[in-house]
Nanobody, 115 residues
Framework: QVQLVESGGGLVQAGESLRLSCAASRSIFSINTMGWYRQAPGKQRELVATLTSGGTTKYTDSVKGRFTISRDSAKNTMYLQMNSLKPEDTARYYC?????????WGQGTQVTVSS
């Protein structure tokens, strides 16, 4: 059994930074893609950033230049560095790991950005 746990969320003011972490309970094999999603009240889940097994990153337009997705395989952890945060970034953030056979999700961590 694999569990993903997000951490690092909190309340910050616009322009500040946060670093979200997603820790897996154990190594996950055959990973195709890792990603971060977010969901704000009354809105659909939005894909924020993805990282493929080959190292390719992609970001939704609204966070390009501000967010960076990365991983540390030795720690079974991936990260989302969030700089220059804006109020519209306020949401619950979820990490996701996709393998050939499974799709794992964390429980989320809340990010609130005030102006």
């Amino acid at each position: 059994q694999v569990q993903l746990v997000e951490s690092g969320g909190g309340l910050v003011q616009a322009g500040e930074s946060l670093r979200l972490s997603c820790a897996a309970s154990r190594s996950i094999f055959s990973i195709n893609t890792m990603g971060w999603y977010r969901q704000a009240p009354g809105k659909q889940r939005e894909l924020v950033a993805t990282l493929t097994s080959g190292g390719t990153t992609k970001y939704t337009d609204s966070v390009k230049g501000r967010f960076t997705i990365s991983r540390d395989s030795a720690k079974n952890t991936m990260y989302l560095q969030m700089n220059s945060l804006k109020p519209e970034d306020t949401a619950r953030y979820y990490c996701e790991v996709s393998t050939t056979l499974n799709d794992y999700w964390g429980q989320g961590t809340q990010v609130t950005v005030s102006s």
